[in-house]
């Protein structure tokens, strides 16, 4: 994870971490299909992004189909 990254989950409160964090095991486990999670057009190829309230997590999966996050933000701050 990029510093940013770090940074971002730092500033969060323990709930919205936990949040976050069942997400992305949710994601790790079926990253192409979920009802928050979406392709996004225009990026790349297998680039997805996962809704969890108003934060969005941006990802790309790869090969052996694990997941590398390469931006996470509010809403109105990632797109």
Known sequence: MTDKIKKFFAALDLRTKARLDEKIELA????????????????????????????????????????????VDYRGNIY
Do not use: C, E, T
């Open 28 to 71: 790790r486990k079926n990253p192409f299909a979920g009802k928050n999670i979406k392709k996004m057009s225009g990026y790349g190829k297998n680039v997805f992004r996962l809704r969890v309230g108003g934060i969005r997590i941006i990802y790309i999966v790869l090969a052996d189909r694990s997941l590398q996050i390469v931006d």
